[in-house]
């Protein structure tokens, strides 16, 4: 069935260095990928978003490529923040309805 | 602009005991609306989907149902709560648009069942 699968946490980091959460996913046709994030003790946020292959979605310093040919959308940032600390989910939408398929989650926590 | 809004924050109920948590929307017209679970250690769990009034789908067997007495108004309830309810019950509403799927969530309710 379609499904996401993302890196496992917690993922530890030093302010400024570089980040990747990997991501990948099983689906058919042609989804559209997120990715969300959620602050402690908070609901989700949208963070970027790629609706069709080879877009590459942006926001916050945060990018993420949608390649169909690895069925990958992985997270991408240059520099980490303390901010930066939370869990990410990355989900895809079958664009029959809106429900979306949510993976696991990877905490992400920065020290400074 | 559009608002999502959950109560309580945060629950503490002795098993056995009914439940009800609220969430509202504000600034939009026959949203989609969802329940969903986040426990400790695992990811989200969608319970409940509903496209309009009345109109309840159930994605998995609980102990838990959901209602929709208005446009803009999601309810979650138990009759009897079970030590396995606990968790973090999120919201969220969408407006399809063909290739878009995003939705937005509340700012969750956290319930412990004791």
């Known amino acids: 069935g379609d499904s996401v699968t993302q890196m496992e946490g917690p993922v530890t980091l030093s302010e400024e260095a570089f980040l990747t959460i990997n991501c990948t996913y099983t689906?058919?046709?042609?989804?559209?990928l997120f990715w969300y994030v959620q602050y402690p003790g908070e609901g989700l946020q949208l963070l970027l978003k790629?609706?069709?292959?080879?877009d590459k979605g942006s926001n916050k310093g945060f990018e993420a490529t949608y390649r169909k040919e690895t069925t990958s959308f992985h997270l991408e940032k240059g520099s980490v923040q303390v901010s930066d600390s939370a869990v990410y989910f990355c989900a895809l939408s079958l664009n029959r309805d809106d429900k979306i398929i949510f993976g696991k989650g990877t905490r992400l926590h920065i020290l400074p | 602009s559009q608002t999502i809004h959950q109560w309580p924050a945060t629950l503490v109920q002795p098993v056995g005991s009914p439940l009800s948590l609220e969430c509202t929307v504000e600034g939009t017209s026959n949203p989609n609306l969802y329940w969903y679970r986040q426990a400790a250690g695992r990811g989200l769990q969608l319970l409940f989907y509903s496209v309009g009034i009345g109109q309840i789908s159930s994605e998995v067997p609980q102990n838990l149902s959901a209602s929709r007495p208005q446009d803009r108004q999601f309810i979650l309830s138990s009759k009897k709560l079970l030590l396995s309810d606990s968790g973090f019950y999120l919201c969220a509403w969408s407006v399809w648009v063909a290739g878009s799927g995003e939705q937005y969530f509340g700012p969750g309710t956290r319930l412990t069942v004791t």
């Open positions: 689906a058919t046709g042609y989804p559209s």
């Open positions: 790629a609706t069709k292959a080879d």
